[in-house]
């Protein structure tokens, strides 16, 4: 009777948590680094999608950066010109200075977290910034390195005469061709990132398999046991029943 109540109460524990009740401890070990290995993996997703937003943040501002160069490339074709006035190339030249405070905002702001994601390196600021390591996988060596600095050169732009503007005009040329090759190279980063995503994502699946066959309740099994532990305390306490209504058993109690 004591056997069929601990079998049931198992049973019934079991189905409840959806936990195996009889997992022994050597598969309780490997469910152990299974479940660890899958907290990790969950750990390295998120530093990988940090990492994507923090790349996203810069290739966003070199966009942006990219736009006032043009513009200011537009003016500098213009103003090669020799048809204009001085206070048209003084508007032009106010302009391209307005574009140049425009890039210097969007470098400050280009922040994740409170880190710079670009570092324009540039006569005025020659300080290369730390490359910035990101952990995607379970091991201390996953690592996905991203440089956080693009050479653009000198922020002093004139059109105030055709030799200077065509001087310009070479200069936002080399700089648009330094952006377009840090956003490819951001671009490379986010592929890999991605990929390390993908790669984890997988892991989990394949490691919450195993841990799910090791740990989780079989409930046929369960049911099963429930439902015959329950037949034996129900048929068992029937024989009780019959044996102490029983005349010889009452006699044998008042011997």
Do not use: C, H, W
């Not at 479940?35 to 390295?44: E, L």
């Amino acid at each position: 009777m004591l056997q069929a109540q601990k079998t049931f109460e198992k049973a019934a524990q079991s189905i409840a948590s959806g936990l195996s009740s009889y997992v022994n401890p050597a598969d309780m070990y490997v469910a152990t680094g299974l479940d660890t290995t899958i907290r990790s993996s969950k750990q390295a997703i998120n530093a990988a999608q940090m990492g994507y937003n923090f790349t996203s943040v810069a290739d966003s501002a070199l966009g942006s950066i990219s736009e006032n160069l043009q513009r200011i490339r537009e003016l500098s074709i213009q103003a090669s010109n020799g048809i204009y006035s001085e206070s048209q190339v003084s508007a032009m030249q106010a302009e391209i200075d307005q574009n140049v405070e425009q890039i210097k905002q969007t470098l400050s702001q280009a922040n994740f977290n409170g880190k710079p994601t670009i570092n324009a390196v540039t006569p005025e600021n020659p300080n290369a910034a730390p490359t910035v390591d990101f952990m995607v996988g379970t091991g201390s060596t996953d690592m996905i390195t991203y440089d956080p600095n693009v050479v653009l050169g000198s922020m002093s732009f004139d059109v105030s005469s055709p030799d200077a503007a065509a001087a310009t005009l070479a200069q936002v040329d080399t700089m648009l061709s330094d952006i377009g090759s840090k956003r490819g190279e951001i671009g490379a980063v986010q592929s890999s990132l991605e990929g390390a995503i993908n790669l984890q994502s997988t892991n989990i699946l394949s490691y919450a398999s195993s841990l799910s066959d090791i740990q989780d309740t079989d409930y046929v099994s369960a049911i099963m046991d429930l439902k015959k532990s329950q037949f034996t305390m129900e048929a068992m306490a029937k024989v009780m029943k019959a044996v102490m209504n029983s005349q010889s058993y009452v006699l044998d109690l008042l011997k």
